[in-house]
């Protein structure tokens, strides 16, 4: 059993508060919900459409770090193709991710009679649900069949990426033998992902049209990583200061918000590995949010197709009853991620972390 990290605490509340976001995001974004927070509260509603989308950096970040916590573990043995991690690591994302699918087919049948437009999702073809599948619609050019969809896709290419590229370096290594950092890895195994992450930083991040790749978003992912690794450092003060003013040095040269988020969230996690709080366990609300995140992430979309559907169903469509509706599909989606992680998430998780040994 994997040793429990020492920002547990900080990582269950990152996890809970960007699921959080993105429901609230979402909600301020499609259909008659939007229309009457919109109405309501237009400034709120107004920032949480224009930014809360940004905690997809809060996963990045985590992601990353939890990535390097995963692959670190063996890597005092000599180097391994990594296909059974990105094995698991596919199932992992996979098995709830098309449960979820089932769910947003089902809620996108339900709201197209009273929508019309984008926000109802159009009929599954054969092909598209093959390319949802294989987390490659993007790709293939095929509509997205829920919001988020994009997002399980990047995280699979950011894992594999990852782990290819750390594989890449502990098996240069090997021609240079050293002693591995006290976090299991050797200090020159680690140049491939730096060199990656730097390019994307300065570079791929540069560019939108490539968002569909996950060298766009490898600095982020990156950045969490080195906090993991240099948390046991001889000097971790002074890695991490290194990191920061890599990431500040990219701002410079072009400012971005959600890279500012990565960089905030990174320090986050540095912080609270090097304080006095490091055991430290979140909240039982918060560990429970931070435990369905993903659930809540596959799932609030559907349930707001479905609230939309019922509400012009009933014929309400007043700002009041839009934001009743905001706050039942709130209530609902969390009531629905709890489902899914506990049948379907949970007991997934015994195949993959199988595999991944």
């Known amino acids: 059993m994997q040793q429990r990290l020492a920002q547990s605490f900080a990582i269950d509340a990152l996890k809970a508060t960007g699921s959080q976001l993105i429901v609230l995001h979402h909600l301020s974004a499609y259909g008659p919900i939007a229309e009457a927070l919109g ?102 050019g095929h509509e997205a069949l829920s919001a988020g969809v994009w997002y399980v896709a990047i995280d699979f290419q950011l894992f594999a990426t990852f782990a290819v590229l750390l594989w890449l370096g502990r098996t240069l290594q090997r021609d240079a033998p050293g002693r591995p950092g006290r976090a299991g890895v050797p200090p020159l195994a680690l140049l491939p992902i730096a060199a990656c992450a730097i390019a994307s930083l300065f570079w791929f991040n540069r560019n939108p049209g490539l968002d569909d790749w996950s060298i766009y978003f490898f600095g982020a992912y990156a950045m969490g990583a080195f906090v993991y690794w240099v948390r046991r450092a001889r000097h971790p003060r002074r890695w991490v200061a290194v990191v920061t003013l890599v990431a500040i040095a990219a701002l410079a040269l072009d400012f971005r918000w959600r890279l500012a988020v990565a960089l905030g969230t990174a320090l986050v996690l540095a912080a609270s590995g090097l304080s006095d709080r490091t055991g430290a366990r979140a909240s039982r609300p918060i560990g429970y949010l931070s435990g369905i995140s993903y659930a809540l992430f596959l799932v609030h979309f559907p349930v707001i197709l479905a609230t939309s559907a019922l509400l012009a169903s009933i014929g309400w469509r007043s700002p009041a009853a839009g934001l009743w509706g905001a706050l039942f599909a709130w209530a609902a989606s969390l009531a629905v991620a709890d489902g899914l992680h506990r049948w379907i998430e949970r007991p997934a998780a015994k195949l993959y972390r199988r595999l991944a040994a």
């Open 39 to 140: 109405a309501a509260a237009p400034q709120a509603a107004g920032w949480l459409y224009e930014y809360a989308r940004m905690a997809v950096q809060i996963f990045l970040v985590v992601g990353g770090f939890l990535a390097a916590h995963a692959l670190s573990s063996g890597a005092r043995t000599p180097p391994r193709f990594p296909i059974r991690a990105i094995l698991a690591r596919y199932l992992r994302l996979a098995v709830p991710y098309l449960a979820a699918l089932v769910l947003a087919i089902a809620a996108a049948a339900l709201a197209r009679p009273w929508f019309d437009g984008d926000f109802v999702p159009a009929p599954a073809q054969p092909r598209q649900l093959l390319s949802h599948a294989l987390l490659a619609n993007q790709w293939l």
